[in-house]
C-alpha cells in the first residue's frame, strides 16, 4: 500500500489509526486521454473543494474496497465502466470547515468501456497535460498529484 501524503492542512497528529476521529474514505480517478485529463467542476457549498476542478469519485459505502467504489462511482456519475486503472497516490487531509479526516485514493484511469456523460448534472471538461497545473481553481490536492504523476512518466502526451 501507498503511504499516504500529508498536508499541512493535515496535522501530522491526526491519523484515521486514532480511532477517535471521523474519517471519511474516497476513491476518485484521474481520467486520462491523449495528453488530456478529465476534470469535473466542484458544485459550490460547503462541501470540500468546492468551486474547485477536482477529479470524478466518491465516498467509499460499507465493506467496499476503494477499487469498486472507483467502477461503482465512475459508472453512476459518468456511464462508464473503468477497466485499466492503477493506484497513484494515497493522500490524507482534514476539511477545515468539518474537522473530518479525508483519506483519498487516487487511481490514474487510461482505459474505459462507454461514452462518458455527465450523469449527475455536473460540468466535465478535458484540460491538456501541459495547461492542467495553471489552472487557477484546481484542488490543490489534485495538482499535487498530477505534477507526482507527470514527473514520473505515469501519464504524459502518449496517454491512452
Known amino acids: 500500500?501507498?503511504?499516504?501524503?500529508?498536508?499541512?492542512?493535515?496535522?501530522?497528529?491526526?491519523?484515521?489509526?486514532?480511532?477517535?476521529?471521523?474519517?471519511k474514505t474516497t476513491a476518485s480517478?484521474?481520467?486520462?486521454?491523449?495528453?488530456?485529463?478529465?476534470?469535473?467542476?466542484?458544485p459550490p457549498g460547503n462541501k470540500p473543494a468546492a468551486g474547485l476542478w477536482d477529479t470524478p469519485g466518491g465516498h467509499l459505502e460499507a465493506g467496499e474496497t476503494p477499487e469498486a467504489a472507483l467502477v461503482r462511482e465512475l459508472e453512476e456519475e459518468l456511464g462508464i465502466r473503468a477497466t485499466h486503472f492503477r493506484l497513484g497516490t494515497v493522500q490524507d487531509e482534514q476539511d477545515r470547515p468539518t474537522g473530518f479526516l479525508y483519506r483519498h485514493y487516487l487511481f490514474i484511469l487510461t482505459r474505459w468501456t462507454g461514452k462518458i456523460t455527465p450523469r449527475e448534472g455536473q460540468h466535465v471538461a478535458w484540460?491538456?497535460?501541459?495547461?492542467?497545473?495553471?489552472?487557477?481553481?484546481?484542488?490543490?490536492?489534485?495538482?499535487?498529484?498530477?505534477?507526482?504523476?507527470?514527473?514520473?512518466?505515469?501519464?504524459?502526451?502518449?496517454?491512452?
Open 1 to 23: 500500500m501507498t503511504e499516504p501524503k500529508r498536508f499541512p492542512w493535515c496535522p501530522p497528529e491526526l491519523s484515521p489509526a486514532a480511532g477517535d476521529l471521523p474519517v
Open 29 to 42: 480517478a484521474c481520467v486520462v486521454d491523449a495528453g488530456r485529463v478529465l476534470l469535473e467542476k466542484r
Open 127 to 160: 484540460f491538456p497535460l501541459s495547461e492542467v497545473l495553471d489552472l487557477e481553481d484546481l484542488n490543490p490536492l489534485v495538482g499535487v498529484a498530477l505534477g507526482d504523476f507527470l514527473r514520473a512518466g505515469w501519464i504524459g502526451e502518449e496517454s491512452n
